[in-house]
Nanobody
Framework: EVQLVESGGGLVQAGGSLTLSCAAS????????IAWFRQAPGKEREAVSC????????YYADSEKGRFTISSDNTKNTVWLQMSGLKPEDTATYYC???????????????????WGQGTQVTVSS
């Protein structure tokens, strides 16, 4: 019923820009938080950003502050992560996720998220 699909990943040079999208079905962005996580090979999955329109929450990890912007369009049921000033350390598979119940807000605790997309690969060279 609930499905999250990421897209927009690719190969980009250091300092470049990329925009990821998360298309949601089976849930409404009017109610549910959407978070972005990333995972590099051999490393733990880490929180990147999150948005919840009902309480105006927007979250960015310290490493992304000033470089990433999260936004949503409820008419399209889509969340975007606009990334600029990309660094090689940003290389990872990026996932979007949502909790099972709308009462849950933005959190960096992975176990709080019930729904996950398949991921989209971001590779930053040099």
């Amino acid at each position: 019923e609930v499905q999250l699909v990421e897209s927009g990943g690719g190969l980009v040079q250091a300092g470049g820009s990329l925009t990821l999208s998360c298309a949601a079905s089976g849930l409404s962005l009017e109610d549910y938080a959407i978070a972005w996580f990333r995972q590099a090979p051999g490393k733990e999955r880490e929180a990147v950003s999150c948005i919840k329109r009902t309480d105006g929450s927007r979250y960015y990890a310290d490493s992304e502050k000033g470089r990433f912007t999260i936004s949503s369009d409820n008419t399209k049921n889509t969340v975007w992560l606009q990334m600029s000033g990309l660094k090689p350390e940003d290389t990872a598979t990026y996932y979007c996720a949502s909790p099972e119940h709308p009462v849950w807000g933005c959190t960096d605790l992975i176990h709080e998220y019930a729904y996950w997309g398949q991921g989209t690969q971001v590779t930053v060279s040099s």
